[in-house]
């Protein structure tokens, strides 16, 4: 496990070093080499997250089941639109950049809701 460390750094400067190049010599390409370079890098290491996967789905079934999918959902958008975001601003397309984390902080905000309205329930019982 960690020599994975050095494959993901290894990866990362090739195709750093490859959109680099076609950022200079085909800009129209380089967004896609950077897309599919970063979908990849995930796929690559997604397996090296089942341990911590394995972890927080015990956790959940220790917490309520609800409460903790309302959390690895929030969770799940901000990883996603921060990926979108830094990909979108690489690009030079900072209002889109904007757009996207926008977008990902009302999901994050809509996925959360459920858990928002049970600590409001529970409040309002204390309350009486």
């Known amino acids: 496990m960690p020599m994975e460390i050095f494959k993901a750094a290894g990866f990362a400067l090739a195709a750093a ?6 950022r200079q010599y085909l800009p129209a390409y380089s967004v896609l080499a950077l897309a599919g370079a970063a979908v990849l890098f995930l796929g690559a290491f997604a397996a090296a997250a089942a341990p911590v996967a394995a972890w927080l789905e015990g956790l959940g079934e220790m917490a309520g089941r609800e409460e903790f999918a309302c ?29 996207v984390e926008l977008a990902g902080r009302c999901l994050v905000l809509t996925a959360a809701l459920p858990l928002l309205r049970q600590v409001l329930e529970r409040l309002m019982l204390l309350m009486q």
């Not at 959390?71 to 757009?99: F, M, P, S, T, W």
């Open 17 to 22: 070093a490859l959109i680099v190049l076609l």
């Open 71 to 99: 959390l690895l959902k929030a969770a799940g958008i901000a990883l996603v639109a921060q990926n979108a975001q830094e990909l979108c601003r690489d690009a030079g397309l900072g209002a889109l950049a904007y757009g």
